[in-house]
C-alpha cells in the first residue's frame, strides 16, 4: 500500500475554487489509477473523479462533471482536485485513494480501493 495525504482543503464562498492535492509516498503513484471521493456528515463516501495513468484518461462523477478537473504529477506523486463553482452540497470530507499498482478501469465503490488519505475538509458558505 501507498500512504497518501490530502491538503488544500478550507472555507470558501459560494461560487468560489479550491485546488485539493494529494501526496502518495510511493513510486508506484505513477502506475496507480487513483481516485477522489468525498463524504458529507451522516451520508456514505460517494466518488467524485478518477484518473488513470495509463492511458491518462479521467472520469467524473454527474455531480461534478464541468466544475472539477483532476489531474496528476507523476514526477511529483501528487494527484490534484482543482474545484471550481463551489456550491454549499459541495461541502464534505475529500479523500484521494489508489488502486492496486497496474490494476486498470475506474470503480466508483470505495471497496476496490486499497489506500486511503486522512481527508481534507471542504466547506462552501451560503
Known amino acids: 500500500q501507498v500512504h497518501l495525504e490530502e491538503s488544500g482543503g478550507g472555507l470558501v464562498q459560494t461560487g468560489g475554487s479550491l485546488r485539493l492535492s494529494c501526496l502518495a509516498s510511493a513510486s508506484t503513484f505513477g502506475k496507480s489509477n487513483m481516485a477522489w471521493f468525498r463524504q458529507a456528515p451522516g451520508k456514505e463516501r460517494d466518488f467524485i473523479s478518477a484518473s488513470a495513468w495509463a492511458s491518462g484518461a479521467t472520469y467524473y462523477s454527474d455531480s461534478v462533471k464541468g466544475r472539477f478537473t483532476i489531474s496528476r504529477d507523476n514526477a511529483k506523486n501528487t494527484l490534484y482536485l482543482q474545484m471550481n463553482g463551489l456550491q454549499p452540497e459541495d461541502t464534505a470530507v475529500y479523500y484521494c485513494?489508489?488502486?492496486?499498482?497496474?490494476?486498470?478501469?475506474?470503480?466508483?465503490?470505495?471497496?476496490?480501493?486499497?489506500?486511503w488519505g486522512q481527508g481534507t475538509q471542504v466547506t462552501v458558505s451560503s
Open positions: 485513494a489508489a488502486l492496486r499498482a497496474l490494476r486498470s478501469g475506474f470503480y466508483d465503490s470505495p471497496d476496490e480501493y486499497i489506500s
